[in-house]
């Protein structure tokens, strides 16, 4: 299917390059009907979307924030080698939300992280990062250097990488033998049920499920061992994956895969289903903003996301449907939408302003945005929601 031509999701514009050409691409996603893989057909380079200014930082959010540190303090706890110093490699360690946990129990740790931006936030946290992708040459830089790692984590970012064979038979060199591959990503069978379409952009490569990450890193020596579904992110999954016979498999990841046949995840159908659904959010939310609009009411966004860039570009949404995008991310602030143009503020004028309406871009953090609107919702602040389907809240 295609979502048509697409800006880069978190390539925002300055103002004054507003008039500027941008790089657009088709986001057309296809299914592999051979091993699940659930894929963009049309890649943009990878150098072309982590830049110096690649402008989302994980610590943005506290729930994240949060989540994260119990990560590490499980794998801490249930991890003996760790005790002894251990090292943990984090692939796209973003501004070191995860690897902190590690670095304040005294454990080796080691960020790949290629975007300037967010990396050097990192770096004068005291978290070791290297500034550069990570890939099968730079996996055998590392092993020569520190030796194999314990853990290598990945938390949506795995998917973000279009030579998933490089990652894999990275990841396999610079492993310990008993030594594990932990993935963190939205969940294909989420997206599909929750009709997220809005995941789908040109960063996420690849929208994962149980099946094709099995498939992808078998050929590698590296066998899926442990699933566990987690809330955030509107749906992912935590995938655990080590060389093969070197840890017991769960039942979870039979559960997981014989769940996934019954689904159809591997049949057209199911996509057929799943674009029928988007595009009646296509021609519902437009409908619902000019109605709302046509009442009078102001309609503003919520949350600058890559998801936002989606939904805008895909159902022909713009400044004359959504005023500005509050965001509270300060490299975000003051820049514009990609492709759209629609201004992006910070959270302080949006409570000034008080709009009665406003599009909720990042959904998948509505407990924790609850809480911090709680004021405007009692002014009687009112959401627009597009996932499932369109409605006001
Ligand atoms: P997110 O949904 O995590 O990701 P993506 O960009 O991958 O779609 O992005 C959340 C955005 O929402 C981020 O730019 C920060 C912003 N945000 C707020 O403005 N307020 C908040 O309370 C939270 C949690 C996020």
């Given amino acids: 299917m295609s979502f048509g031509e697409q800006p880069l999701a978190n390539a925002l514009i300055a103002p004054e390059r507003s008039s500027e050409q941008q790089l657009t691409y088709e986001l057309a996603p296809t299914i592999c009907s051979a091993c699940g893989l659930f894929q963009l057909l049309e890649q943009p380079t990878a150098t072309s979307i982590f830049t110096r200014k690649y402008p989302f930082f994980t610590s943005t959010s506290k729930y994240m924030s949060n989540h994260f540190s119990h990560l590490a303090r499980d794998l801490i706890q249930n991890d003996p080698t760790l005790k002894d110093g251990g090292f943990v490699i984090e692939i796209g360690s973003n501004d070191g939300t995860l690897l902190q946990s590690f670095a304040k129990a005294g454990i080796n740790h080691l960020g790949f992280e290629p975007s300037e931006s967010v990396a050097n936030v990192a770096k004068k946290n005291g978290?070791?990062?290297?500034?550069?992708?990570?890939?099968?040459?730079?996996?055998?830089?590392?092993?020569?250097?520190?030796?194999?790692?314990?853990?290598?984590?990945?938390?949506?970012?795995?998917?973000?990488?279009?030579?998933?064979?490089?990652?894999?038979?990275?990841?396999?060199?610079?492993?310990?033998?008993?030594?594990?591959?932990?993935?963190?990503?939205?969940?294909?069978?989420?997206?599909?049920?929750?009709?997220?379409?809005?995941?789908?952009?040109?960063?996420?490569?690849?929208?994962?499920?149980?099946?094709?990450?099995?498939?992808?890193?078998?050929?590698?020596?590296?066998?899926?061992?442990?699933?566990?579904?987690?809330?955030?992110?509107?749906?992912?999954?935590?995938?655990?994956?080590?060389?093969?016979?070197?840890?017991?498999?769960?039942?979870?990841?039979?559960?997981?895969?014989?769940?996934?046949?019954?689904?159809?995840?591997?049949?057209?159908?199911?996509?057929?289903?799943?674009?029928?659904?988007?595009?009646?959010?296509?021609?519902?939310?437009p409908l619902l903003l000019s109605e709302i609009s046509g009442m009078g009411h102001k309609i503003v966004g919520y949350g600058a996301t890559a998801k936002s860039t989606t939904v805008l570009n895909y159902c022909g949404l713009g400044t004359n449907d959504i005023a500005w995008i509050q965001d509270s991310t300060k490299a975000k602030q003051g820049m514009l939408s990609p492709q759209t143009l629609v201004p992006i503020v910070p959270p302080e004028y949006f409570r000034e302003v008080s709009p009665e309406y406003a599009v909720l871009f990042a959904w998948n953090h509505r407990d924790e945005i609850e809480m911090l609107e709680r004021e405007w919702r009692k002014k009687g602040g009112k959401w627009i929601l597009y996932i499932p389907k369109v409605t006001v809240a």
């Fill in 127 to 285: 978290i070791n990062t290297d500034i550069s992708f990570f890939n099968s040459e730079t996996a055998s830089l590392i092993r020569q250097k520190y030796g194999p790692a314990d853990i290598i984590l990945g938390a949506n970012v795995i998917g973000h990488i279009a030579e998933i064979n490089d990652i894999g038979s990275g990841v396999a060199s610079l492993l310990k033998d008993d030594g594990i591959f932990l993935i963190e990503a939205v969940y294909l069978g989420d997206m599909l049920l929750n009709t997220a379409f809005d995941q789908l952009y040109d960063e996420h490569v690849f929208t994962f499920s149980g099946t094709a990450v099995a498939n992808a890193f078998h050929k590698h020596g590296l066998e899926l061992i442990n699933v566990e579904r987690q809330s955030v992110h509107g749906g992912s999954m935590r995938y655990t994956l080590a060389p093969l016979g070197s840890h017991t498999c769960t039942a979870a990841v039979k559960n997981l895969l014989d769940e996934e046949k019954n689904r159809g995840l591997n049949n057209s159908a199911t996509y057929i289903e799943f674009r029928q659904r988007c595009e009646a959010i296509r021609r519902d939310l």
